[in-house]
């Protein structure tokens, strides 16, 4: 499978970055209560740092507005998934647990402050593209509605548009029968080449060291447009 960018999105933003990982033989069931425990109290604490520090004054929330606004979408009636969780947060709307995968994701998109998605390898079909959507892009999302992608980013397969920095679709969620899955990093633009990797690294071995398995980290940006993974 290839995975790519298209070199347009770097006409709005030069810095844009994409964090890859592939994960194999990984076994997805519900989450130990290390995860659980240590997600609730990360949330806990998370809230008393809103009450005094807003959601949107964080640097890596504000960040990725900008980034969304940057192209074209208005981030105040879409807003990317880290920040649609940590309002949530700042509300005592704690996130329940959901499976060890989508847990840890949660976790890793409200520690890092990015909105991130994982999905199933066996219901993708075909090589990836991640570019910008158009009024025709959108699909059935695993928040039981229709999504237009207009003016957001979004990941493509053959089949059709799969995933967002907004909302991921239903077509290719995770589930305890996923054995095989990449996780897609919209990372911050100001982070550079090595702490992106760091960032990758760390989390890739926090979600095996969970789930079992392998993993393969992969960075895409403006010198490397184009990745090719096993799978």
């Not at 290390?34 to 005094?52: A, D, P, S, V």
């Not at 959601?55 to 960040?63: D, H, K, L, N, S």
């Not at 890092?112 to 959507?133: F, H, N």
């Not at 960032?199 to 969970?210: D, I």
């Amino acid at each position: 499978m290839n995975i790519s960018l298209d070199k347009a999105l770097f006409q709005t933003n030069d810095q844009f970055k994409i964090g890859i990982i592939h994960y194999t033989k990984i076994v997805v069931s519900e989450s130990p209560q290390m995860i659980k425990g240590r997600t609730q109290l990360y949330q806990e604490n998370l809230y008393l740092e809103l009450q005094e520090n807003p959601v949107t004054q964080r640097e890596g929330i504000a960040e990725w507005r900008a980034v969304w606004k940057s192209f074209g979408a208005d981030p105040n009636r879409y807003r990317h998934s880290a920040e649609s969780l940590m309002r949530r947060i700042s509300k005592q709307n704690y996130l329940t647990p959901f499976h060890s995968a989508v847990d840890l994701n949660n976790f890793f998109s409200l520690l890092y402050e990015i909105p991130i998605g994982i999905y199933d390898m066996e219901k993708l079909v075909g090589d990836i593209e991640i570019s910008l959507g158009h009024e025709e892009t959108g699909y059935e999302g695993l928040n039981g509605r229709y999504n237009s992608l207009n003016k957001i980013l979004y990941s493509k397969d053959q089949v059709g548009a799969f995933g967002s920095p907004f909302v991921d679709s239903k077509r290719t969620a995770v589930t305890e029968e996923t054995t095989e899955a990449i996780q897609i990093f919209y990372l911050r633009p100001s982070i550079d080449e090595s702490e992106c990797q760091q960032l990758l690294a760390t989390a890739g071995k926090m979600f095996t060291q969970v789930n079992g398995g392998d993993f393969k980290s992969y960075l895409l940006d403006n010198n490397n447009l184009h990745i090719s993974i096993e799978g």
